[in-house]
């Protein structure tokens, strides 16, 4: 598509259910990255994969987030047992090349999810 | 201590103003230093790119980095109603796989 798409926009859960949110990259997009906005914060960086390997998880903030990519294309960001302070914004990043160089290589980002946990 | 420090604002200028936003850094180590826009409700959205210190211009927009007061500085010419956003500084050092955020400033322009 047009640009990096993210399901569901919105999401409502209560402490101790399990969400899993989508991310469909820019078709060709090598690179793909989630990020955590917490409100009037910045983005905090959460993982990333170049293809379907995840290069770097340094920024889950826990083993209850899990994220896959199994085909290189489609993500999927899962958090188990979810708790109120993972109320956040989750943006989804793709970029069609690897990290190296000095080219742009500034990303893409979608409209994020929303998700609040009551 | 943040490594990417950013005055939250909110900063309110008329239409036509100059508007200048900043942020500090800590890590030596950064060399790509980008500006984000974002609108209420929509992912932040690429406006400058910049590698290393020295100046960038595009249109009504400048960037600035000085690297060895690890400052970085956004100019916007002649604002506009539409410029009204967040406008968030990020940093990545060489490998290009992390970006470190500010917290953004919230920016008004008055018609």
């Known amino acids: 598509g047009a640009g990096v798409s993210q399901s569901p926009r919105y999401k409502v859960a209560k402490r101790g259910q399990d969400v899993a949110l989508r991310c469909d990259p820019i078709?060709?997009?090598?690179?793909l990255f989630w990020y955590q906005q917490a409100l009037g914060q910045g983005p905090e960086f959460l993982t990333y994969?170049?293809?379907?390997?995840?290069?770097?998880k340094s920024g889950l903030p826990s083993d209850r987030f899990f994220a896959e990519r199994p085909e290189g294309s489609v993500s999927t960001l899962k958090i188990q047992r979810t708790q109120q302070e993972d109320s956040a914004v989750y943006l989804c990043?793709?970029?069609?090349?690897?990290?190296?160089?000095?080219?742009?290589?500034?990303?893409?980002f979608g409209s994020g999810t929303r998700l609040t946990v009551v | 201590q943040k490594e990417v420090e950013q005055d939250p604002g909110p900063l309110s200028v008329p239409e036509g103003a100059i508007v200048s936003l900043n942020c500090t850094y800590s890590?030596?180590?950064?060399?790509?230093f980008m500006w984000y826009r974002q609108y209420s409700r929509k992912g932040p959205e690429l406006l400058m790119y910049?590698?290393?210190?020295g100046n960038k211009e595009d249109g009504r927009f400048t960037a600035q980095v000085d690297k060895s007061s690890k400052y970085i500085s956004l100019f916007i010419r002649d604002s506009q109603p539409s410029d009204s956003a967040t406008y968030l500084c990020?940093?990545?050092?060489?490998?290009?796989?992390?970006?470190?955020f500010g917290s953004g400033t919230k920016l008004n322009v008055k018609p």
């Open positions: 990043a793709s970029s069609i090349r690897t990290g190296t160089g000095r080219s742009n290589y500034g990303y893409t």
């Open positions: 078709s060709g997009h090598v690179s």
């Open positions: 994969f170049q293809n379907e390997a995840q290069l770097d």
């Open positions: 890590n030596s180590a950064f060399q790509y």
């Open positions: 910049t590698y290393s210190s």
């Open positions: 990020a940093m990545s050092s060489y490998n290009f796989n992390k970006f470190y």
